[in-house]
C-alpha cells in the first residue's frame, strides 16, 4: 500500500496547517520539510511568510509556533468542523 494514497494537490492553507502543527512543540527545519513533503523551496518560502505573520519563530535552529499561531490551528478546527456540517 503506497504512503501516500491521496493524490489530491494541497492548498496552501493545508500546507500551512501542518507546519504549525508540526512546530507546535518546537521542532527542525528539515523535520518540518519531511514530514509536511515539502521540498526545500517551499518549505523556505512557507516559514518565511509563517514568520513574518508572526505565527512561527526560529531560535537556534529550532522552529516553534507562536501563540498567535496557536489561536491560527483553532481557528482552522472550528471552521474545518463548521464546513463538515455544512456538507
Same mark, same amino acid.
Given at each position: $500500500? %503506497?504512503?501516500? %494514497?491521496?493524490?489530491?494537490?494541497r492548498?496552501?492553507?493545508? *500546507? *500551512? $496547517?501542518?507546519?504549525?502543527?508540526?512546530?507546535? +512543540?518546537g521542532?527542525?527545519? /528539515?523535520? *518540518? $520539510?519531511?514530514?509536511?513533503?515539502?521540498?526545500?523551496?517551499?518549505? !523556505?518560502?512557507?516559514? +518565511?511568510?509563517?514568520?513574518?505573520?508572526?505565527?512561527? /519563530?526560529?531560535?537556534?535552529? /529550532?522552529?516553534?509556533? /507562536?501563540?498567535?499561531?496557536?489561536?491560527?490551528? !483553532?481557528?482552522?478546527? *472550528?471552521?474545518?468542523?463548521? $464546513?463538515?456540517?455544512?456538507?
Amino acid at each position: $500500500m %503506497p504512503r501516500f %494514497p491521496s493524490r489530491r494537490r494541497r492548498v496552501g492553507h493545508d *500546507i *500551512i $496547517m501542518d507546519v504549525l502543527r508540526l512546530a507546535k +512543540n518546537g521542532t527542525k527545519k /528539515t523535520r *518540518i $520539510m519531511y514530514e509536511a513533503r515539502l521540498s526545500y523551496s517551499q518549505l !523556505e518560502r512557507y516559514l +518565511n511568510a509563517l514568520k513574518m505573520a508572526d505565527f512561527i /519563530t526560529e531560535e537556534s535552529g /529550532t522552529w516553534k509556533t /507562536t501563540e498567535k499561531g496557536l489561536h491560527v490551528i !483553532e481557528a482552522c478546527k *472550528i471552521c474545518h468542523s463548521l $464546513m463538515k456540517e455544512a456538507l
